[in-house]
Nanobody, 123 residues
Framework: QVQLVESGGGSVQAGGSLRLSCAASGNTDTTMGWFRQAPEKEREGVAAIGSNGKEIYADSVKGRFTISRDNAANTLYLQMNSLKPEDTAMYYC???????????????????WGQGTQVTVSS
């Protein structure tokens, strides 16, 4: 069983930065990712990272967001720079099932989820 707890959300102006953290417990030797969901929209993948450090990003955040993980501390991060109003959403940390290392941004392929942290970007 894996438990995930996000933190670091908040309100910023456009162009600002935030760093999200996801503290994990349990076996996280698998792909982990960040997702977001705006009101009345489906959850979408933002970035994912394998246990070997390989990363993938949604086109909408490439060059602005960076995902990273500290395996020793069992923590996942998302550094968000040059934030835009359209980045406003609830952000969730997700983990795939044990030993599922294929990188994917599809929420349906993730098993464990945190409770989310709100990010609001004003223009």
């Amino acid at each position: 069983q894996v438990q995930l707890v996000e933190s670091g959300g908040g309100s910023v102006q456009a162009g600002g930065s935030l760093r999200l953290s996801c503290a994990a417990s349990g076996n996280t030797d698998t792909t982990m990712g960040w997702f977001r969901q705006a009101p009345e929209k489906e959850r979408e993948g933002v970035a994912a990272i394998g246990s070997n450090g390989k990363e993938i990003y949604a086109d909408s955040v490439k060059g602005r967001f960076t995902i990273s993980r500290d395996n020793a501390a069992n923590t996942l991060y998302l550094q968000m720079n040059s934030l835009k109003p359209e980045d406003t959403a609830m952000y969730y940390c997700g983990a795939r099932g044990r030993a599922l290392w294929r990188l994917t941004l599809r929420p349906s392929e993730y098993t464990y989820w945190g409770q989310g942290t709100q990010v609001t970007v004003s223009s």
